[in-house]
């Protein structure tokens, strides 16, 4: 792309030392590390480190310009602008000549369920002969049989994104369903996005390092659907506390569906129940009542179902092909994944008071009437810390025996973690502290019996432990393996 076509098409305050537009630029760079020569590099401003002060860096590497908030004092072509981490979309968005234009893209955002919804409707789409790429926290891939493509972010970047969306038209892809973040809302890397439909799943506390407050959460999410225009649709969870609030920051001319278990709802849940080898209810559409039988467990796993069907709903796809389809699929790795049985030990990503408290009573009602269901848990380090002694008071209220250990410590003390997640306890006399994960996951094996369940529960399908010096190999699954058996 050249500079010319760049300046004339993006919102700018003033250029500096731009004396040739008619230069070529290779790619988009916000890390000076990995800048390529002809490169634009952007400055972005994070909450840890400010690009600015790596630009000259970016320049010795061969960044063609930079995209500044503030002007540099050193000799290269510079476009400044307001806000990077808005300008960085927009580039992108033109450098891939506006790709989600051509493609029908679906956004799932919520606190809980995202992963797992957006692999269903991704498999409901599949279902109905329509190819669908996805893209989301383990990954992007093609179609639901490809391999997973690294991911950094749960949303990436824009421009990784737009270039995952230039790269789906090139293989003629025509749907998306993707994971869209709070994070990445509030960053605009999702800016210059056309999405055609958008899926709440639920909206708990999560993030409040970043957003502060439960209001700015709900903004972030809330952006997702502000911005769907008239023939898009939205999917509401109409059993949130927030999706009232949602509802109201639609446009009238959005096709609006809903789906739920409590309250009223387009495509509502009844009669739920909850066996060993999976959850059952009857579902009502439209005052017609189909028996739905899943292989995945829990409520959470009942609602995540509703998502995906009210969404292949709005889709218009066959609604008994979309529930068979829905009835043969296990769950996601790491979400409630059953590893071992005798005793029964599941591995999950809840990290949330939400989650937690959702994934231990899904535990709990395939726990056997003389059985003890122990959980294993910890919280990241340099997160919010608020939600730790509510996980605390969750995990002893839910649970009969409780492991508290460590999960991501990052820069922090694990100790300190393992502290705050105490207090909120009512008493600590019979809670098994152990900072080591791998020990913690053998003290529940020495204590489980043959009826037990033990739910290890905050990592799910990562392979890695972050510590504050290093990052080290450490899969929960493969742990539970190795210490309780492949059974």
């Known amino acids: 792309m050249r500079l010319d076509t760049l300046v004339n098409n993006i919102t700018y305050i003033e250029l500096v030392n731009m004396d040739d537009l008619s230069e070529e630029v290779a790619g988009i760079s916000y890390n000076s590390k990995k800048t390529q020569p002809n490169d634009i590099f952007v400055c972005l401003t994070g909450e840890h480190v400010d690009g600015h002060e790596y630009a000259e860096e970016a320049a010795a590497n061969g960044a063609r310009v930079c ?27 033109l450098f891939y000549s506006s790709p989600s234009k051509k493609l029908n893209i679906i956004g799932v955002t919520g606190t809980n369920g995202k992963t797992t919804v957006t692999h269903l409707i991704q498999k409901l789409f599949e279902a109905q002969e329509q190819e669908c790429a996805l893209i989301g926290t383990l990954g992007h891939k093609f179609f639901s049989k490809d391999t997973y493509h690294d991911a950094k972010h749960t949303t990436p970047q824009a421009p990784e994104l737009q270039k995952i969306f230039y790269e789906i038209n090139e293989k003629c892809i025509k749907n998306v369903v993707m994971e869209v973040s709070s994070h990445a809302l509030a960053q605009h890397r999702v800016d210059y996005c056309d999405f055609n439909g958008a899926v709440l799943t639920n909206l708990t506390q999560d993030h409040l390092d970043f957003h502060i407050t439960m209001n700015n959460y709900f903004k972030a999410k809330a952006q997702l659907f502000e911005g769907l225009v008239s023939g898009d649709f939205a999917v509401i969870n109409a059993d949130d506390e927030y999706a009232g609030r949602f509802m109201e920051v639609i446009s009238p001319t959005v096709n609006l569906y809903t789906y739920g278990i409590n309250m009223p709802a387009d495509v509502q849940a009844k009669d739920v129940e909850f066996k060993h080898d999976g959850a059952s209810f009857t579902c009502v559409i439209k005052d017609k009542e189909y028996r739905v039988n899943l292989k995945m467990n829990g409520m959470f796993s009942v609602y995540n179902v509703l ?51 959702n994934v231990l009573k899904a535990a709990r009602d395939i726990t056997p009437s003389d059985g003890k269901l122990i959980c294993i848990f910890g919280c990241g380090g340099d997160r919010d810390a608020t939600k730790r002694p509510k996980m605390g008071r969750i995990a002893e209220e839910s649970a009969d025996k409780v492991i508290v250990t460590s999960d991501n410590p990052r820069s922090e003390d694990p100790q300190q973690i393992i502290t705050d997640i105490l207090a909120g306890f009512k008493s600590v006399n019979d809670v098994i502290v152990e900072p080591d994960r791998e020990l913690a996951i053998k003290e529940a094996h020495k204590i489980a019996g043959e009826k037990d369940v033990v739910l290890v529960a905050g990592k799910g399908h990562e392979d890695y432990q972050i510590l504050a010096d290093e990052t080290i190999h450490f899969d929960d699954r493969e742990k539970v393996r190795e210490i309780f058996g492949e059974g």
């Open 307 to 357: 998502a995906a069907l009210t969404t292949a709903i709005a889709q218009k796809f066959d609604i008994e092909k979309s529930i068979k389809t829905l009835e043969g699929m296990g769950g996601v790795a790491g979400r409630f994944e059953i590893i071992t049985n005798k005793p029964t030990v599941i591995v999950d990503y809840a990290h949330t008071p939400d989650g937690l408290e």
């Open 67 to 93: 995209v500044v908030e503030r002007r540099l004092n050193f000799d290269i072509p510079q476009i400044v602008v307001d806000d990077t981490t808005e300008a960085i979309a927009q580039i992108s968005d």
